[in-house]
Protein backbone atom coordinates (compact mmCIF):
# COMPACT_ATOMS: atom_id res chain seq x y z
CA UNK A 1 0.00 0.00 0.00
CA UNK A 2 1.45 3.38 -0.64
CA UNK A 3 0.05 6.56 0.71
CA UNK A 4 -0.38 10.02 -1.11
CA UNK A 5 -0.71 12.90 1.33
CA UNK A 6 -1.93 16.09 -0.13
CA UNK A 7 -0.32 19.17 0.96
CA UNK A 8 -2.23 21.73 -0.76
CA UNK A 9 -3.90 25.28 -0.12
CA UNK A 10 -3.51 29.03 -0.54
CA UNK A 11 -2.46 29.89 2.86
CA UNK A 12 -5.80 32.36 3.48
CA UNK A 13 -7.95 30.63 5.70
CA UNK A 14 -5.45 31.55 8.62
CA UNK A 15 -4.43 34.63 7.08
CA UNK A 16 -2.05 36.26 8.27
CA UNK A 17 0.26 33.54 9.86
CA UNK A 18 -1.06 31.58 6.84
CA UNK A 19 0.20 32.55 3.11
CA UNK A 20 0.98 30.98 -0.16
CA UNK A 21 4.12 29.64 1.20
CA UNK A 22 3.29 28.22 4.70
CA UNK A 23 -0.42 27.03 4.41
CA UNK A 24 -2.16 26.44 7.72
CA UNK A 25 -0.58 22.67 7.92
CA UNK A 26 2.84 24.36 8.70
CA UNK A 27 1.65 26.25 11.41
CA UNK A 28 3.46 25.46 14.51
CA UNK A 29 0.89 25.89 17.35
CA UNK A 30 -0.26 22.39 18.02
CA UNK A 31 1.29 21.09 21.21
CA UNK A 32 3.01 17.26 21.07
CA UNK A 33 3.47 14.65 23.30
CA UNK A 34 6.92 16.94 24.88
CA UNK A 35 5.54 19.46 25.26
CA UNK A 36 7.05 21.05 22.22
CA UNK A 37 4.77 23.34 19.53
CA UNK A 38 4.64 21.31 16.31
CA UNK A 39 2.66 22.16 12.91
CA UNK A 40 -0.99 19.81 11.62
CA UNK A 41 1.63 18.29 8.93
CA UNK A 42 4.47 17.48 11.73
CA UNK A 43 1.72 15.83 13.30
CA UNK A 44 0.32 13.94 10.90
CA UNK A 45 4.11 12.55 9.50
CA UNK A 46 4.39 11.42 13.11
CA UNK A 47 0.98 9.62 12.69
CA UNK A 48 1.83 8.00 9.85
CA UNK A 49 5.52 6.89 11.34
CA UNK A 50 4.03 5.22 14.32
CA UNK A 51 1.49 3.34 12.10
CA UNK A 52 4.45 1.99 9.58
CA UNK A 53 3.46 3.82 7.08
CA UNK A 54 6.40 7.03 6.35
CA UNK A 55 8.54 4.67 3.89
CA UNK A 56 5.37 3.96 2.06
CA UNK A 57 3.89 7.82 2.30
CA UNK A 58 4.52 10.36 -0.40
CA UNK A 59 3.42 14.17 -0.22
CA UNK A 60 2.32 16.04 -3.08
CA UNK A 61 2.68 19.39 -2.65
CA UNK A 62 2.96 22.54 -5.40
CA UNK A 63 6.48 24.00 -5.68
CA UNK A 64 5.54 27.27 -3.59
CA UNK A 65 5.74 24.30 -0.65
CA UNK A 66 8.77 22.08 -1.15
CA UNK A 67 11.31 24.12 1.06
CA UNK A 68 8.61 24.77 4.03
CA UNK A 69 7.99 20.50 3.95
CA UNK A 70 11.82 19.88 3.72
CA UNK A 71 12.35 22.17 6.62
CA UNK A 72 9.71 20.68 8.70
CA UNK A 73 9.43 17.09 7.68
CA UNK A 74 13.45 16.51 6.51
CA UNK A 75 15.23 16.40 3.40
CA UNK A 76 14.43 12.41 3.39
CA UNK A 77 10.39 13.04 2.92
CA UNK A 78 9.15 11.84 -1.01
CA UNK A 79 7.66 14.69 -2.75
CA UNK A 80 5.42 14.77 -6.00
CA UNK A 81 5.58 18.45 -7.28
CA UNK A 82 3.08 19.95 -8.52
CA UNK A 83 4.64 22.38 -11.73
CA UNK A 84 1.42 24.86 -11.19
CA UNK A 85 -1.63 24.49 -8.51
CA UNK A 86 -4.46 23.37 -10.37
CA UNK A 87 -6.67 20.83 -8.23
CA UNK A 88 -7.18 17.58 -6.28
CA UNK A 89 -7.69 15.29 -9.96
CA UNK A 90 -4.95 16.91 -11.44
CA UNK A 91 -2.66 16.35 -8.34
CA UNK A 92 -3.60 13.13 -7.82
CA UNK A 93 -3.18 12.18 -11.58
CA UNK A 94 0.33 13.39 -11.35
CA UNK A 95 0.69 11.55 -8.44
CA UNK A 96 -0.63 7.99 -10.50
CA UNK A 97 2.25 8.77 -13.78
CA UNK A 98 5.16 9.03 -10.83
CA UNK A 99 4.41 5.97 -8.95
CA UNK A 100 3.60 4.10 -12.49
CA UNK A 101 6.72 5.13 -14.43
CA UNK A 102 9.01 6.80 -12.05
CA UNK A 103 8.40 4.22 -8.86
CA UNK A 104 7.86 0.88 -11.35
CA UNK A 105 4.88 0.53 -8.78
CA UNK A 106 2.51 -2.86 -9.29
CA UNK A 107 -0.44 -1.88 -11.34
CA UNK A 108 -2.17 -4.01 -8.62
CA UNK A 109 -0.82 -1.46 -5.70
CA UNK A 110 -3.33 0.15 -3.20
CA UNK A 111 -3.17 3.82 -3.43
CA UNK A 112 -4.51 5.66 -0.42
CA UNK A 113 -4.84 9.59 -1.23
CA UNK A 114 -5.61 11.76 1.65
CA UNK A 115 -5.18 15.46 3.16
CA UNK A 116 -2.16 15.79 5.01
CA UNK A 117 -3.76 17.58 8.32
CA UNK A 118 -6.60 16.02 9.77
CA UNK A 119 -6.88 16.01 13.25
CA UNK A 120 -7.23 12.55 14.13
CA UNK A 121 -6.67 10.50 16.76
CA UNK A 122 -4.19 7.62 16.02
CA UNK A 123 -6.77 4.76 15.16
CA UNK A 124 -7.41 6.76 12.39
CA UNK A 125 -4.05 5.47 10.49
CA UNK A 126 -4.97 1.94 11.52
CA UNK A 127 -8.12 2.26 10.38
CA UNK A 128 -6.84 3.59 7.14
CA UNK A 129 -5.08 0.04 6.33
CA UNK A 130 -8.40 -1.37 6.48
CA UNK A 131 -8.95 0.38 2.79
CA UNK A 132 -6.68 -2.33 0.95
CA UNK A 133 -8.61 -5.23 2.66
CA UNK A 134 -11.84 -3.73 1.58
CA UNK A 135 -10.66 -3.09 -2.45
CA UNK A 136 -9.76 -6.83 -2.38
CA UNK A 137 -13.22 -8.09 -0.28
CA UNK A 138 -15.55 -6.04 -1.96
CA UNK A 139 -14.42 -5.77 -5.13
CA UNK A 140 -15.09 -2.00 -5.94
CA UNK A 141 -13.06 0.57 -7.81
CA UNK A 142 -13.23 2.46 -4.75
CA UNK A 143 -13.13 2.35 -0.97
CA UNK A 144 -13.63 6.04 0.87
CA UNK A 145 -12.73 5.94 4.47
CA UNK A 146 -16.19 8.06 5.72
CA UNK A 147 -16.48 9.34 9.50
CA UNK A 148 -19.52 8.69 11.93
CA UNK A 149 -21.38 12.19 12.16
CA UNK A 150 -21.48 13.96 15.79
CA UNK A 151 -23.45 16.81 14.45
CA UNK A 152 -25.69 17.73 11.91
CA UNK A 153 -22.74 19.69 10.30
CA UNK A 154 -23.15 22.43 7.02
CA UNK A 155 -19.65 22.48 6.41
CA UNK A 156 -19.01 18.58 5.09
CA UNK A 157 -19.86 16.68 2.45
CA UNK A 158 -21.59 13.60 3.58
CA UNK A 159 -21.65 9.54 1.73
CA UNK A 160 -24.71 8.38 1.49
CA UNK A 161 -24.99 4.52 1.64
CA UNK A 162 -27.26 2.47 0.00
CA UNK A 163 -30.89 1.70 1.61
CA UNK A 164 -30.25 -0.94 4.56
CA UNK A 165 -26.90 -0.88 4.29
CA UNK A 166 -25.22 -2.03 7.52
CA UNK A 167 -21.55 -2.40 7.68
CA UNK A 168 -21.53 -5.79 9.59
CA UNK A 169 -19.13 -6.82 6.96
CA UNK A 170 -16.63 -3.91 7.36
CA UNK A 171 -17.40 -1.92 4.84
CA UNK A 172 -20.48 0.25 3.29
CA UNK A 173 -21.72 0.29 -0.33
CA UNK A 174 -22.15 3.96 -1.35
CA UNK A 175 -25.34 4.76 -3.00
CA UNK A 176 -24.65 8.99 -3.57
CA UNK A 177 -22.32 11.79 -2.33
CA UNK A 178 -24.16 15.41 -1.15
CA UNK A 179 -21.59 18.27 -0.78
CA UNK A 180 -22.79 20.52 2.40
CA UNK A 181 -26.36 20.22 2.84
CA UNK A 182 -28.22 22.79 4.90
CA UNK A 183 -28.93 21.46 8.64
CA UNK A 184 -32.39 19.78 8.21
CA UNK A 185 -30.95 17.67 5.01
CA UNK A 186 -27.60 17.06 7.07
CA UNK A 187 -30.22 15.63 9.93
CA UNK A 188 -31.82 13.61 7.34
CA UNK A 189 -28.84 12.16 6.25
CA UNK A 190 -27.30 11.07 9.05
CA UNK A 191 -30.75 9.40 9.94
CA UNK A 192 -29.70 7.64 6.34
CA UNK A 193 -26.48 6.50 8.43
CA UNK A 194 -24.84 9.24 6.18
CA UNK A 195 -20.86 10.02 6.87
CA UNK A 196 -18.73 12.54 6.77
CA UNK A 197 -16.83 12.66 3.82
CA UNK A 198 -13.48 13.10 5.29
CA UNK A 199 -11.49 13.18 1.76
CA UNK A 200 -9.78 9.84 2.07
CA UNK A 201 -10.25 7.42 -0.54
CA UNK A 202 -8.10 4.20 -2.02
CA UNK A 203 -7.87 2.71 -5.53
CA UNK A 204 -5.88 0.03 -7.25
CA UNK A 205 -3.46 1.99 -9.55
CA UNK A 206 -4.46 0.46 -12.28
CA UNK A 207 -8.15 1.95 -11.72
CA UNK A 208 -6.32 5.35 -12.53
CA UNK A 209 -4.36 4.62 -14.41
CA UNK A 210 -7.11 2.98 -16.93
CA UNK A 211 -9.22 5.91 -16.55
CA UNK A 212 -5.92 8.39 -17.50
CA UNK A 213 -5.92 6.32 -21.03
CA UNK A 214 -9.49 6.81 -21.60
CA UNK A 215 -9.14 10.37 -20.93
CA UNK A 216 -6.31 10.88 -23.63
CA UNK A 217 -4.12 11.73 -20.55
CA UNK A 218 -0.44 10.77 -20.55
CA UNK A 219 0.96 8.13 -18.13
CA UNK A 220 4.30 8.77 -18.44
CA UNK A 221 5.50 11.37 -15.39
CA UNK A 222 7.50 13.53 -17.92
CA UNK A 223 5.06 14.16 -20.06
CA UNK A 224 2.39 14.53 -17.45
CA UNK A 225 4.53 17.51 -16.46
CA UNK A 226 4.53 18.87 -19.59
CA UNK A 227 1.08 18.65 -20.24
CA UNK A 228 -0.32 19.72 -16.81
CA UNK A 229 -1.22 23.33 -17.23
CA UNK A 230 -3.91 21.92 -19.55
CA UNK A 231 -5.08 19.51 -17.75
CA UNK A 232 -8.75 20.25 -16.48
CA UNK A 233 -9.38 22.43 -12.88
CA UNK A 234 -11.23 19.45 -11.17
CA UNK A 235 -11.48 17.88 -8.00
CA UNK A 236 -11.08 14.57 -7.89
CA UNK A 237 -14.03 13.77 -5.93
CA UNK A 238 -16.43 15.06 -9.36
CA UNK A 239 -13.71 13.68 -11.75
CA UNK A 240 -13.22 10.09 -9.96
CA UNK A 241 -15.54 9.45 -7.23
CA UNK A 242 -18.61 10.24 -8.30
CA UNK A 243 -18.73 8.63 -11.82
CA UNK A 244 -17.37 5.88 -10.10
CA UNK A 245 -19.86 2.68 -10.17
CA UNK A 246 -18.56 0.85 -7.30
CA UNK A 247 -17.45 2.65 -4.48
CA UNK A 248 -17.31 1.40 -0.59
CA UNK A 249 -17.39 3.16 2.75
CA UNK A 250 -15.47 2.29 5.95
CA UNK A 251 -16.85 3.46 8.88
CA UNK A 252 -14.32 5.97 11.34
CA UNK A 253 -16.00 6.22 14.97
CA UNK A 254 -13.18 8.66 16.34
CA UNK A 255 -12.40 11.80 16.88
CA UNK A 256 -11.98 13.57 13.32
CA UNK A 257 -11.55 17.26 12.84
CA UNK A 258 -10.49 19.85 9.60
CA UNK A 259 -8.77 22.59 11.05
CA UNK A 260 -9.41 24.71 8.56
CA UNK A 261 -10.13 28.05 10.27
CA UNK A 262 -9.17 30.00 13.14
CA UNK A 263 -12.64 29.01 15.53
CA UNK A 264 -12.38 25.29 14.75
CA UNK A 265 -8.46 26.11 15.38
CA UNK A 266 -8.49 27.59 18.27
CA UNK A 267 -10.47 24.68 20.10
CA UNK A 268 -7.32 21.86 19.89
CA UNK A 269 -4.82 24.95 20.53
CA UNK A 270 -3.82 24.50 24.33
CA UNK A 271 -1.97 27.82 25.30
CA UNK A 272 -4.72 30.84 24.79
CA UNK A 273 -1.21 32.88 24.49
CA UNK A 274 1.00 31.95 21.90
CA UNK A 275 4.01 34.47 21.82
CA UNK A 276 4.33 38.05 23.32
CA UNK A 277 1.29 39.41 25.03
CA UNK A 278 -1.01 39.65 28.02
CA UNK A 279 -4.79 38.14 28.03
CA UNK A 280 -6.84 39.80 31.14
CA UNK A 281 -8.77 37.57 33.12
CA UNK A 282 -11.86 39.54 31.71
CA UNK A 283 -11.51 38.35 28.41
CA UNK A 284 -12.82 34.65 27.84
CA UNK A 285 -12.77 31.89 25.22
CA UNK A 286 -10.10 34.24 23.51
CA UNK A 287 -6.84 33.55 21.88
CA UNK A 288 -3.74 35.37 21.00
CA UNK A 289 -0.83 34.10 18.55
CA UNK A 290 1.21 36.41 18.00
CA UNK A 291 4.79 36.11 15.91
CA UNK A 292 5.91 39.68 16.15
CA UNK A 293 8.13 41.15 18.75
CA UNK A 294 6.10 43.60 20.27
CA UNK A 295 3.66 42.50 22.64
CA UNK A 296 -0.24 42.51 22.21
CA UNK A 297 -2.67 42.77 25.16
CA UNK A 298 -6.03 41.59 25.24
CA UNK A 299 -8.31 43.60 27.68
CA UNK A 300 -11.87 42.80 28.28
CA UNK A 301 -12.99 40.90 25.01
CA UNK A 302 -14.40 37.33 24.25
CA UNK A 303 -14.92 34.94 22.02
CA UNK A 304 -12.17 36.60 19.55
CA UNK A 305 -8.95 35.67 18.16
CA UNK A 306 -6.32 37.77 17.21
CA UNK A 307 -3.27 36.77 15.55
CA UNK A 308 -0.33 38.47 13.85
CA UNK A 309 2.58 38.00 11.47
CA UNK A 310 4.85 40.25 9.17
CA UNK A 311 1.55 39.57 6.93
CA UNK A 312 -0.28 41.30 9.00
CA UNK A 313 -2.56 41.56 11.79
CA UNK A 314 -6.27 39.95 12.75
CA UNK A 315 -8.73 40.96 14.83
CA UNK A 316 -11.50 39.19 14.80
CA UNK A 317 -15.24 37.80 16.23
CA UNK A 318 -14.37 34.08 16.26
CA UNK A 319 -17.65 32.55 15.00
CA UNK A 320 -17.33 35.43 11.69
CA UNK A 321 -13.19 34.52 11.61
CA UNK A 322 -14.09 31.73 8.68
CA UNK A 323 -15.07 34.13 6.65
CA UNK A 324 -11.57 36.11 6.23
CA UNK A 325 -10.63 33.26 3.27
CA UNK A 326 -13.40 36.05 1.16
CA UNK A 327 -11.51 39.38 2.83
CA UNK A 328 -8.30 38.18 1.54
CA UNK A 329 -8.58 36.25 -1.61
CA UNK A 330 -8.28 39.27 -3.52
CA UNK A 331 -4.66 40.29 -1.57
CA UNK A 332 -1.47 39.33 -3.61
CA UNK A 333 1.02 40.77 -0.79
CA UNK A 334 4.29 39.10 -1.03
CA UNK A 335 4.83 36.16 2.22
CA UNK A 336 6.96 37.92 4.60
CA UNK A 337 7.50 35.03 6.59
CA UNK A 338 9.10 31.51 4.93
CA UNK A 339 10.97 28.52 6.11
CA UNK A 340 13.46 27.00 4.07
CA UNK A 341 15.30 23.63 4.29
CA UNK A 342 18.18 26.00 5.68
CA UNK A 343 16.48 27.95 8.40
CA UNK A 344 13.86 30.25 7.57
CA UNK A 345 13.76 34.64 6.73
CA UNK A 346 11.41 37.29 7.87
CA UNK A 347 11.13 40.36 5.40
CA UNK A 348 11.65 43.75 8.22
CA UNK A 349 10.68 46.62 5.64
CA UNK A 350 10.05 46.59 1.79
CA UNK A 351 9.67 49.94 0.07
CA UNK A 352 9.04 51.15 -3.73
CA UNK A 353 10.15 54.58 -4.83
CA UNK A 354 8.45 57.11 -7.77
CA UNK A 355 10.79 56.01 -9.84
CA UNK A 356 10.36 51.99 -10.24
CA UNK A 357 13.22 51.00 -7.82
CA UNK A 358 12.17 48.14 -4.80
CA UNK A 359 14.57 47.98 -1.49
CA UNK A 360 13.63 44.69 0.32
CA UNK A 361 15.31 44.08 3.58
CA UNK A 362 15.20 40.46 5.22
CA UNK A 363 16.33 39.00 8.30
CA UNK A 364 17.70 35.58 7.53
CA UNK A 365 18.32 32.49 10.26
CA UNK A 366 20.42 29.69 8.68
CA UNK A 367 20.56 26.77 10.93
CA UNK A 368 24.30 24.80 11.82
CA UNK A 369 25.64 22.85 9.27
CA UNK A 370 23.13 23.96 6.83
CA UNK A 371 23.92 25.65 3.53
CA UNK A 372 22.53 28.01 0.84
CA UNK A 373 22.17 26.78 -2.92
CA UNK A 374 24.57 28.00 -4.93
CA UNK A 375 22.56 30.17 -6.75
CA UNK A 376 22.59 33.62 -8.79
CA UNK A 377 19.91 37.06 -9.43
CA UNK A 378 18.74 38.22 -12.17
CA UNK A 379 16.89 41.55 -11.07
CA UNK A 380 18.76 42.27 -7.86
CA UNK A 381 22.19 43.59 -6.18
CA UNK A 382 21.99 42.12 -2.14
CA UNK A 383 24.57 43.50 0.39
CA UNK A 384 24.67 41.00 3.71
CA UNK A 385 25.65 42.31 6.94
CA UNK A 386 26.19 38.79 8.89
CA UNK A 387 25.14 39.94 12.94
CA UNK A 388 25.98 37.19 14.27
CA UNK A 389 27.75 33.49 13.91
CA UNK A 390 30.02 31.86 11.10
CA UNK A 391 30.52 30.02 8.54
CA UNK A 392 32.57 29.66 4.71
CA UNK A 393 31.31 31.67 1.46
CA UNK A 394 31.84 30.99 -1.84
CA UNK A 395 31.11 33.98 -3.76
CA UNK A 396 32.28 33.66 -7.94
CA UNK A 397 34.45 30.26 -7.34
CA UNK A 398 36.02 31.95 -3.87
CA UNK A 399 36.15 30.45 -0.77
CA UNK A 400 36.28 32.14 1.90
CA UNK A 401 35.06 32.55 5.69
CA UNK A 402 32.89 34.76 7.33
CA UNK A 403 31.40 35.83 10.34
CA UNK A 404 30.07 38.48 13.15
CA UNK A 405 30.48 42.59 11.49
CA UNK A 406 31.57 41.47 7.74
CA UNK A 407 29.63 42.91 5.38
CA UNK A 408 29.75 41.44 1.77
CA UNK A 409 28.06 43.18 -1.41
CA UNK A 410 26.19 40.28 -4.16
CA UNK A 411 26.00 42.33 -7.34
CA UNK A 412 23.44 40.41 -9.75
CA UNK A 413 24.67 37.66 -11.61
CA UNK A 414 27.16 36.75 -8.99
CA UNK A 415 27.36 33.40 -7.98
CA UNK A 416 27.49 32.65 -4.10
CA UNK A 417 26.58 30.44 -1.54
CA UNK A 418 26.63 29.79 2.38
CA UNK A 419 27.51 27.22 4.88
CA UNK A 420 26.43 27.91 8.52
CA UNK A 421 29.82 26.81 10.77
CA UNK A 422 27.57 27.58 13.51
CA UNK A 423 23.86 29.01 13.37
CA UNK A 424 24.20 32.78 11.61
CA UNK A 425 21.93 35.08 10.92
CA UNK A 426 22.31 38.02 8.37
CA UNK A 427 20.63 41.42 7.67
CA UNK A 428 19.90 41.41 3.90
CA UNK A 429 19.21 44.56 1.66
CA UNK A 430 18.06 44.03 -1.81
CA UNK A 431 17.66 46.49 -4.32
CA UNK A 432 16.38 46.32 -7.49
CA UNK A 433 13.53 46.56 -10.15
CA UNK A 434 11.16 43.65 -9.47
CA UNK A 435 11.95 41.86 -5.83
CA UNK A 436 10.25 38.17 -6.36
CA UNK A 437 11.34 35.01 -4.78
CA UNK A 438 11.09 33.29 -8.12
CA UNK A 439 14.39 35.32 -9.37
CA UNK A 440 16.91 33.04 -8.35
CA UNK A 441 18.82 30.00 -10.72
CA UNK A 442 20.14 27.39 -8.38
CA UNK A 443 23.49 25.92 -9.54
CA UNK A 444 24.21 23.16 -6.94
CA UNK A 445 22.55 22.19 -3.90
CA UNK A 446 24.96 20.25 -1.82
CA UNK A 447 27.80 21.87 -0.23
CA UNK A 448 30.45 19.57 -1.00
CA UNK A 449 29.58 19.99 -4.90
CA UNK A 450 29.72 23.40 -4.49
CA UNK A 451 32.97 23.57 -2.81
CA UNK A 452 34.43 21.40 -5.76
CA UNK A 453 34.07 24.51 -7.88
CA UNK A 454 36.02 26.88 -6.34
CA UNK A 455 39.28 27.89 -7.39
CA UNK A 456 40.31 30.19 -5.01
Not at 149 to 176: A, L, M, N
Not at 179 to 184: G, I, L, N, V
Not at 256 to 275: A, F, P, Q, R
Not at 303 to 322: E, F, M, N, Q, R
Request: glycine letters at 6%.
Amino acid sequence: MKVVLLSGGSGKRLWPLSNDSRSKQFLKILKNADGHLESMIQRVWGQIGEAGLREHAYVATSKPQVEMIYSQLGSEVNLIVEPERRDTFPAIALAAAFLYSVEGVNLNETIVVMPVDPFVEQSFFHRLKELERVLESAGTDLALMGVQPTYPSEKYGYIIPKPDEGDGRGFIEVQSFREKPCQEEAEAMIRQNGLWNCGVFAFKLDFLINILIANELPIQYDEMLKRYGRLPKISFDYEVVERANRVAAVRYEGSWKDLGTWNTLTEEIESSLIGKGIITDSSENAHVINELDIPITLLGLSDVVVAASPDGILVADKAASPLIKDVMKHSEQRPMYEERRWGRYRVLDYVKYPDGREVLTKRIFIAAGKNLSYQYHSLRDEVWTVVSGHGEMVLNERHFSISAGDVLTIPKENKHSLLAISDIEIIEVQTGSELIEEDIVRLELEWNEIVQLCTV
